[in-house]
């Protein structure tokens, strides 16, 4: 069973940056894929980005071109890069390794 820990959400405001990090219990070579979900308040959760064991990358549309995910396999980390932060973008953020194993969540508020 692998664990995921997520850091580095916070307040900030609009336009500011956040960087997200998720920490495996393990190498996170054995997962073909890492991602990064959200949950806000009301809505159902969402994937937000992710990134293949080849480093090719997929995001929402509503964060392509300010977000930017990544995997440090040295460190057994999943990071998330988050810039020109929105309101919108307020939520509970969920890193996921190998589609079956979810962090606990970090909360992300985005307000002036």
């Known amino acids: 069973q692998v664990q995921l820990v997520e850091s580095g959400g916070g307040l900030v405001q609009p336009g500011g940056s956040l960087r997200l990090s998720c920490q495996a219990s393990e190498t996170i070579l054995n997962f073909a894929i890492g991602a990064w979900y959200r949950q806000a308040p009301g809505k159902q959760r969402e994937l937000v980005a992710s990134i293949l064991y080849n480093d090719q990358t997929n995001y929402a549309g509503s964060v392509k071109g300010r977000f930017t995910i990544s995997r440090d396999d040295a460190n057994n980390t999943l990071n998330l890069q988050m810039n020109s932060l929105k309101p919108e973008d307020t939520a509970i953020y969920y890193c996921?390794?190998?589609?079956?194993?979810w962090g606990q969540g970090t909360e992300v508020t985005v307000s002036s």
């Open positions: 996921n390794i190998g589609g079956n194993f």
